[in-house]
T-cell receptor, first 112, second 111 residues
Framework: NAGVTQTPKFRVLKTGQSMTLLCAQD?????MYWYRQDPGMGLRLIHY???????AKGEVPDGYNVSRLKKQNFLLGLESAAPSQTSVYFC???????????FGPGTRLLVL | DQQVKQNSPSLSVQEGRISILNCDYT??????FLWYKKYPAEGPTFLIS?????DKNEDGRFTVFLNKSAKHLSLHIVPSQPGDSAVYFC??????????FGAGTTVTVRA
């Protein structure tokens, strides 16, 4: 039981490049979330999903897109990376909205 | 505007003593509060939670206190152990799945 896994662990991008961060969970959770963590700030919700095929905007969605084609996977896309998107990205999942969120180990992204 | 604030970025405590972490919030609609613990290069892990209908919740060495009138909660760790050295995040939700996090407090337990 791996829990929540994230790929890749670390990535360096040039401004304007695109990439996709993959989150996978093997707990059969309905809810999945993408957060970013920046120095001096708490985790901020980018996008979330309440089930397969659904997505919704969180607190800081601009510059990101997401897809939940399969229940176990939640993809976060950056179409045209900007230095302001340099951050640590965490994926999380929960069984239900009232349940504890389980986090992945994070992806460090550096945009030059 | 951050709705959950942890005003102490760091805390140093001697092993065996009590660690007290504080958290303030501004949104009166918050009704569920959580503490997460995070080690370097790992994701946050759930530690303890409290509902707004309670003022205290205890789990082993960890106790969370909620003061709704002051919009304040605290986490007490007694006794503190070296493995407790980590970043602690306070989080809150308003009867939905969206969590608002504080900026975190780094706890260092000295031997």
């Amino acid at each position: 039981n791996a829990g929540v896994t994230q790929t890749p662990k670390f990535r360096v991008l040039k401004t304007g490049q695109s990439m996709t961060l993959l989150c996978a969970q093997d707990m059969n959770h309905e809810y999945m979330y993408w957060y970013r963590q920046d120095p001096g700030m708490g985790l901020r919700l980018i996008h979330y999903s309440v089930g397969e095929g659904t997505t919704a905007k969180g607190e800081v969605p601009d510059g990101y897109n997401v897809s939940r084609l399969k229940k176990q996977n939640f993809l976060l896309g950056l179409e045209s990376a900007a230095p302001s998107q340099t951050s640590v990205y965490f994926c999380a999942s929960s069984l239900d909205w009232q349940e504890t969120q389980y986090f992945g180990p994070g992806t460090r992204l550096l945009v030059l | 505007d951050q709705q959950v604030k942890q005003n102490s970025p760091s805390l140093s405590v001697q092993e065996g003593r009590i660690s007290i972490l504080n958290c303030d919030y501004t949104n009166s609609m918050f009704d569920y509060f959580l503490w997460y613990k995070k080690y370097p290069a790992e994701g946050p892990t759930f530690l303890i939670s409290i509902s707004s209908i309670k003022d205290k919740n205890e789990d082993g060495r960890f106790t969370v206190f909620l003061n709704k009138s002051a919009k304040h909660l605290s986490l007490h760790i007694v006794p503190s152990q070296p493995g407790d050295s980590a970043v602690y995040f306070c989080a809150a939700s308003a009867n939905d799945y969206k969590l608002s996090f504080g900026a975190g407090t780094t706890v260092t337990v000295r031997a």
